[in-house]
Every structure is written in structure tokens, then in C-alpha cells.
């Protein structure tokens, strides 16, 4: 399980497009579970291919890009209080 976060400089066109880019390949592969941090489960060679789309896209003078590796044992790591309801990514999948 890994955290992004990222925080994209908003005050031109595009940054506006960089925020979305940066957005679509989070929801691509994770869970958004605040509005500019995702829960990413995917095994090493996955979270290193989501990596690498997102340095692609980011400005590194503008923008900020954090990733929190918490491992197999992450349930034990992560505490949710208030609305939205958690979710289980090994959990079964509805469609």
C-alpha cells in the first residue's frame, strides 16, 4: 500500500491541465481518498510504472509529489475517522 499526495500550482492554464493529468493517473490505479491523496495498492514494478507517469507530468519547480510506502501490513497503519467510508482494495470487488 502506498500514499500519494501531491499538491499541483494552479495559477495558469497549464497547471490546471498538469492537475488533471496528475489526477486521472492516481484514479487510474488507485482510490482517491481526499481530494489530492490516493491509497495505491499495486505490488513494486506497478507502483514504479505510476511513478514515473507522475514525475513525467509534474513541474518539480512548481508542483510537490509525496509517496508514504506502508507496506503489507498498512490496515494496521491507516485510522479513518469522520465521513466517507473506508474500503478494503484486497477486499471483493463490485462491479
Known sequence: MTIVSYDVSTV???GRSRL????KICQNY???VQNSVFEI??????????KSELLKVIDDKADSLRFYYLGEK???RVEHFGIKDSY???GPLIV
Open 12 to 14: 495558469d492554464k497549464l
Open 74 to 76: 498498512w490496515d494496521k
Open 20 to 23: 488533471r493529468k496528475v489526477a
Open 88 to 90: 478494503n482494495p484486497e
Open 41 to 50: 495498492f499495486l505490488d513494486y514494478a506497478g507502483f514504479l510504472k505510476v
Open 30 to 32: 488507485g482510490q482517491r
